[in-house]
């Protein structure tokens, strides 16, 4: 059984976090909060979460890998190769009319994710033609993805994953290797904006025709799933589309209204 902090001291840290970097991690979804501050607390070298909460408080670079070690970074390039058919057999023919794309990518985390995304654009000659904002909750994540490097261990299953999904290429087109390191065609990243937005607390960073933003509002609370619902529709075009995990839902929050579904099995909606 995984080890993790008791309600109470969660609640200490959130108050503290909440007061001096004004970001709630109440909203998050308890147990799986409470297991990645005990994990976060180990990394850092605390055996006392009186002590860790001090150092959270204290340090600016403790609190940002503390954001970063709190977050479950379980994803893979071309994760759920059928997203990524539907999104190019059913969603890519609309987002191609226009002659300028925008897309947000939020919590990017480690990458895999928005990397797929490029691959993608690039693929089918529009990654010219986009404006991508890609954001996180703090700098630590940031500098992660700056050099689009990646565990050459990944490499294997990304590329099963590519061919299902339907590539074009081969996957090693795209990247060299160094050590037991890949590093991807930086060329990728030319028409991607970084930046630094907590979801659901930051404004909203523009208007888009796509917000791929899946498997992250799983690991929040009802009530911050309503706000960032209602902040996705006042963030998508008309005509536009977001698309969320396949474990998760819009079904029951009031802002689903704003949508209908586009193709329901991935779980992307259309803005209307």
């Known amino acids: 059984m995984l080890h993790q902090i008791d309600l109470l001291d969660a609640n200490k840290l959130n108050a503290v976090i909440k007061e001096k970097y004004k970001i709630d991690f109440s909203t998050w979804s308890h147990d799986s909060y409470r ?20 150092k959270v408080a204290d340090s600016q670079d403790c609190f940002a890998k503390f954001c970063a070690n709190i977050r479950v970074d379980v994803t893979e390039f071309f994760r759920d190769p059928s997203f990524w058919k539907q999104f190019r057999e059913q969603v890519s023919p609309k987002l191609l009319s226009h002659q300028t794309i925008r897309i947000w990518v939020p919590n990017y985390s480690s990458g895999q994710e928005l990397m797929s995304l490029l691959i993608c654009l690039r693929e089918w000659g529009a990654i010219d033609r986009c404006k991508i904002i890609a954001t996180e909750i703090n700098e630590e994540y940031l500098g992660r993805f700056n050099q689009a490097l990646f565990p050459l261990k990944e490499m294997e299953l990304a590329q099963s994953n590519y061919e299902r999904y339907g590539g074009k290429s081969i996957l090693s087109n795209y990247y060299t290797i160094d050590n037991d390191m890949v590093k991807f065609d930086q060329s990728l990243l030319r028409n991607v904006q970084f930046k630094v937005n907590v979801l659901g607390y930051d404004e909203m960073p523009g208007k888009f025709d796509l917000i791929l933003c899946r498997n992250n509002m ?42 209908k579904a586009y193709c329901l099995d991935e779980k992307i909606y259309q803005r209307v």
């Open 35 to 54: 297991r990645n501050v005990y994990e976060a607390m180990v990394l850092s070298g605390e055996k006392n979460i009186e002590e860790y909460i001090l």
């Open 218 to 259: 799983i690991y929040f609370n009802h009530k911050l799933q309503e706000k960032l619902l209602k902040l996705f529709a006042e963030s998508t075009l008309l005509g536009g589309f977001l698309a969320i995990g396949v474990k998760e839902s819009i079904e029951h929050f009031t802002s689903a209204k704003e949508f």
